[in-house]
């Protein structure tokens, strides 16, 4: 039986990692096949206090990693794919094993938005992106088109610029969602331009992406227009798949929690942007695993103390 499980790898999760496992908790982290969550997905963090030149966000993320590991978390890179919470212990599958647990944090983060659009799918990694660090440096010298209104596109068209001749953002409104600071600087920046009103409706290219057709929704006009890469940049899901029947969930489909930390299931508890629709930072995501394992040790430490005194004759 583990006394505490926390499935996730990101700020939120590796934070409540850190914590369990200084507080001698023994916490076993799912960690996900694809673990480390968004900021591995990311290029340079700037807002990450304590790192004054910045870091790279899968730089960022080892460092998490192994601060938790020095204090004896232990990491799997395995994903959990059920659990459930209608009883005690709780119980979290993965392809290969079944856990038991007193308390789980659940960190689960969420994942990038695509397009749904024809063309999209089929030229994922042929063209078609969500993730400007994993895939930007194949398109030196190209035009890229990056989608979105956000700070993520700002972010994807900045980083985009070492790479692309041109980059054009397309976005659907003619304001931007963006934070100032990151709009002006993907304002004026040379090589980026910017095309409004306007939306993706096909990705177009055989082996691979040659151009997308664009619906100008002000004018009412469709057109081809040519693109060697297009990276989407339009927000994320929740990724609560798995808690589906388990956990309550709001309307968008992350974890309800009256306070940011208990859940309506005693002993599971949540972290990060799979219960935060709104600011979605790191820094949020790890004071929010933080505060889950230390809402944890003390669930545990009053279970724990009633299971001893029943205990006693
Ligand atoms: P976001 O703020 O929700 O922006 C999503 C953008 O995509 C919006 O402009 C939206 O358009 C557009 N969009 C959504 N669905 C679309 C669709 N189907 N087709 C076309 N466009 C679509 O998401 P985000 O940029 O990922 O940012 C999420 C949070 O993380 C924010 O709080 C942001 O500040 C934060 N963040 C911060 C940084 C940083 O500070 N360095 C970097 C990245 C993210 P509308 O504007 O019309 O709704």
Not at 143 to 168: N, P, Q, Y
Not at 230 to 248: E, R
Request: with cysteine; charged share 25%.
């Amino acid at each position: 039986m583990e006394r505490v499980i926390i499935i996730g790898s990101g700020p939120a999760g590796l934070t409540a990692a850190v914590y369990a496992a200084r507080a001698n908790l023994n916490p076993l982290v799912l960690a996900g096949g694809l673990y480390g969550g968004q900021l591995m997905l990311t290029t340079e963090v700037e807002n990450y206090p304590g790192f004054p030149e910045g870091i790279m966000g899968p730089d960022l993320m080892m460092r998490f990693r192994e601060q938790a590991e020095r204090f004896g978390a232990r990491i799997e890179n395995v994903d959990a794919t059920s659990v459930d919470f209608s009883g005690t212990p709780l119980l979290v599958r993965t392809p290969d094993d079944e856990f038991s647990a007193k308390t789980v944090i659940v960190a689960t983060g969420a994942s990038a938005r695509w397009l749904d659009v024809p063309g999209e799918e089929r030229l994922r990694g042929r063209g078609v992106s969500t993730c400007a660090t994993c895939d930007g440096a194949f398109f030196r010298d190209k035009h890229i088109v990056v989608v979105g209104g956000g700070d993520s596109a700002m972010e994807e068209a900045l980083f985009l610029t070492r790479f692309g001749r041109r980059v054009t953002v397309i976005h659907r409104r003619e304001g931007l969602r963006a934070s100032k600071i990151m709009a002006d600087r993907a304002r004026s920046h040379e090589k980026i331009d910017f095309i409004w009103n306007t939306v993706v409706e096909e990705a177009i290219g055989d082996t691979h992406l040659h151009a997308l057709r664009l619906h100008n929704l002000r004018e009412e006009t469709v057109y081809e227009y040519e693109a060697d890469a297009l990276f989407i940049a339009i927000g994320h899901t929740p990724n609560t798949g798995i808690f589906n029947g388990q956990l309550d969930l709001d309307p968008a489909g992350y974890i309800d929690s009256p306070d940011g930390v208990t859940t309506n299931v005693e002993g599971v508890f949540v972290a990060g942007d799979v219960n935060d629709i709104r600011y979605k930072q790191a820094i949020t995501a790890a004071g929010t695993g933080c505060r889950a394992a230390m809402d944890a040790e003390k669930y545990l430490e009053a279970l724990e103390f009633r299971v001893a005194m029943e205990q006693v004759p």
